[in-house]
């Protein structure tokens, strides 16, 4: 996969205290109230970093968070865990995604969910992890995710896997 390029007149930019967060309505409210109220405070104390799509308007489009995290080896499939050390185990988070209701449907949330993973597979090279992992809020939403080649956890219905080899596979240019 080549480098994002998102549609002219839309910019990519690390959360700030200056971007409108409080008008940014994605139809979730979980998702709406993570941007708005809780986002910027875990970036600021360094537990997930926030980067939002901005119009040409300066308004939030879209918008996704990344974390670090474990999983416990048992929670992973048998055919990733296969040669891995029975213990606590690295894994990038996906942990928010959204993208405002006005602006659906243009392929937004695809061209974000594209940055959001390359941004792992660079963040990767240099901190590694097993796997991407991320959490669903509805069906819809998972089967937003599994265009890409997310599957479910093992006995984790709403919880997503990309291992880490799938991730590189996208990203090495064919
Ligand atoms: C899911 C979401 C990010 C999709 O954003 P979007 O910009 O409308 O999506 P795109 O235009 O990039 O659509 C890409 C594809 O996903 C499909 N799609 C869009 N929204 C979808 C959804 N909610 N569920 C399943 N598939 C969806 C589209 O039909 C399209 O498929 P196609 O290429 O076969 O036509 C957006 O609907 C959203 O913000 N939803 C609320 C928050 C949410 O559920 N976030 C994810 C969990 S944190």
New binding site residues.
């Given amino acids: 996969m080549s480098g994002v390029v998102f549609p002219t007149g839309f910019s990519l930019k690390s959360l700030q205290r200056s971007h409108p967060r409080s008008a940014f309505d994605?139809?979730?409210s979980d998702?709406n109230d993570w941007l708005r109220t809780k986002a910027l405070q875990n970036q600021e104390k360094r537990l997930s970093s926030t980067k939002v799509l901005l119009d040409r308007d300066g308004d939030i489009a879209?918008f996704y968070t990344l974390a670090t995290g474990q999983v416990d080896f048992g929670d992973l499939p048998s055919a990733l865990a296969r040669k891995l050390p029975r213990r606590a185990l690295p894994v990038a988070i996906l942990a928010?995604?959204?993208?405002s209701t006005v602006?659906?449907?243009?392929?937004?949330?695809?061209?974000?969910l594209a940055q959001a993973l390359r941004d792992c597979h660079e963040a990767g090279l240099t901190f590694a992890f097993v796997a991407v992992i991320?959490d669903?809020?509805?069906d819809?939403?998972k089967?937003?995710y599994q265009?890409w080649d997310f599957a479910e956890l093992p006995g984790s219905t709403y919880r997503l896997f990309l291992s880490s080899q799938t991730l590189s596979a996208m990203m090495t240019p064919r």
């Fill in positions: 994605c139809g979730q998702v879209g928010w995604l959204g993208v602006q659906q449907g243009q392929k937004l949330g695809d061209l974000l991320l669903c809020v509805d819809r939403a089967a937003f265009r």
